[in-house]
């Protein structure tokens, strides 16, 4: 069974610090890994995912197979950032048509 | 740009009603997901659909009912509604095979059942 965990339910912190939201997973197949985010009043959105290897709004991620982590960093945090961020796995043994599997989510707050 | 929309934003219903939740999109989605949303659970995944009139229960299907009669509209229904169904409902579509996994999401559905 696969299965994404987010260990901080909400993380603050202040304009212009590093942010890191943490995501492990355990997995028993060929796993895709995502982020998703949802600001404020808007649908879930497509943040990045770790086949991209891309930056989004100076967001990046890694994944770490030998720790089975996808954490999430921004190295100056913007207010804009605030929103709740959701990792996500989907598992290609079933040909990606079983739905992603989500973690809880982390509340981001910035502050000013 | 994709577009993924369900029919209403906001419910209210009465215990022991059907309701049926809709959901459509425009961009020819094979895949169609229903997930709930609640403070503290994240997502979780009550029902999918790979093709028209096929459907697969996902981690908490006790309690729904879905519908695929056309490719592009995905029908969740609750056939007796309960308190403990109050919640978000997300639709969402995903084009299908490797790597074309993204979805995109509906702006939600809150039902409250009083």
């Known amino acids: 069974a696969q299965r994404v965990t987010q260990p901080e339910k909400l993380l603050s912190v202040f304009k212009g610090a590093p942010v890191e939201l943490k995501c492990n997973y355990s997995y028993s197949g060929s796993p895709e890994l995502f982020w998703y985010v949802q600001y404020s009043r808007q649908r879930l959105q497509l943040l990045l995912r770790h086949i991209s290897r891309e930056s989004i709004k100076g967001f990046t991620a890694d994944l770490n197979k030998g720790e089975t982590s996808f954490h999430l960093k921004k190295p100056f945090a913007q207010e804009e950032d605030s929103a709740m961020y959701y990792c996500?796995?989907?598992?290609?043994?079933?040909?990606?048509?079983?739905?992603?599997?989500f973690g809880k989510g982390t509340h981001l707050i910035i502050q000013p | 740009d994709v577009k993924v929309t369900q029919s209403s934003r906001y419910l209210v219903k009465r215990t022991g009603e059907k309701v049926f939740l809709e959901c459509v999109q425009d961009m020819d989605h094979e895949n169609m997901f229903w997930y709930r949303q609640d403070p503290g659970l994240g997502l979780r995944l009550i029902y999918f659909?790979?093709?028209?009139?096929?459907?697969e229960k996902g981690d908490i299907p006790e309690g729904y009912s879905v519908s695929r009669e056309k490719k592009e509209r995905f029908s969740l229904i609750l056939e007796s509604a309960s308190t403990n169904q109050t919640s978000m409902y997300l639709c969402?579509?995903?084009?299908?095979?490797?790597?074309?996994?993204?979805?995109?999401f509906g702006q939600g559905t809150r039902l409250t059942v009083v």
């Open positions: 659909s790979y093709d028209v009139k096929m459907k």
């Open positions: 996500a796995l989907i598992d290609y043994s079933g040909g990606g048509a079983d739905g992603l599997t």
């Open positions: 969402a579509s995903s084009l299908g095979g490797l790597h074309n996994t993204e979805a995109f």
